[in-house]
């Protein structure tokens, strides 16, 4: 398999993650400069490297197989890597961007079990239509504005449900 790292990857990364995250935070009052710059280089670097390669990997896999099997498998695959872990990840930049690595701790496995569990119906109809509808080469796009409608979803649930 062929690794990609694109600087429309790049580009795209910085821009989307930093700026869904942005607005999240906005709604929440929590918004931060080093927030936004910091999770732009994440998007641009370990995001805009994992995501297109994974999502070329699952093509690898899937190849031959065709119908509702096919389109099965790629959603759970691509479930598979937006797993808990990767969820608290994401929330251990946001810590460490916004100067509360203080905060940081094993219980952001709990927050990402529970973030993970709580939106299985969301996540599989979003990454059953990312992959099985986009194109491959917008498949990170899409994947990453999903990610950003996400995090103002959750700055959003945060502000009406607490």
């Known amino acids: ?5 694109t600087t429309v990857n790049i580009l795209r990364g910085a821009a989307i993650y930093s700026l869904g995250d942005s607005a999240a935070a906005l709604l929440v009052d929590e918004f931060q400069w080093s927030r936004l710059l910091g999770l732009s280089l994440i998007g641009a670097t370990i995001y805009a490297f994992e995501i297109p390669n994974y999502f070329n990997w699952i093509e690898e896999k899937v190849q031959g197989r065709k119908g509702f099997r096919a389109a099965l498998d790629k959603t759970m695959l691509a479930m598979l890597y937006f797993n808990p872990l990767w969820i608290a990840r994401h929330l251990f930049f946001i ?3 916004s100067g509360r690595v203080w905060e940081v701790s094993w219980a952001l496995l709990g927050v990402g079990l529970f973030s993970f569990l709580a939106n299985i119906p969301l996540s599989l109809l979003g990454n059953f239509f990312i992959q099985n509808v986009v194109r491959l080469r917008w498949r990170f796009f899409a994947s990453a504005v999903f990610s950003a409608l996400m ?3 959750y700055a959003l649930s945060e502000v009406f449900f607490r």
Do not use: G, W
């Open 95 to 97: 810590y460490l961007f």
């Open 1 to 5: 398999m062929r690794l990609e790292y």
């Open 151 to 153: 995090a103002v979803y």
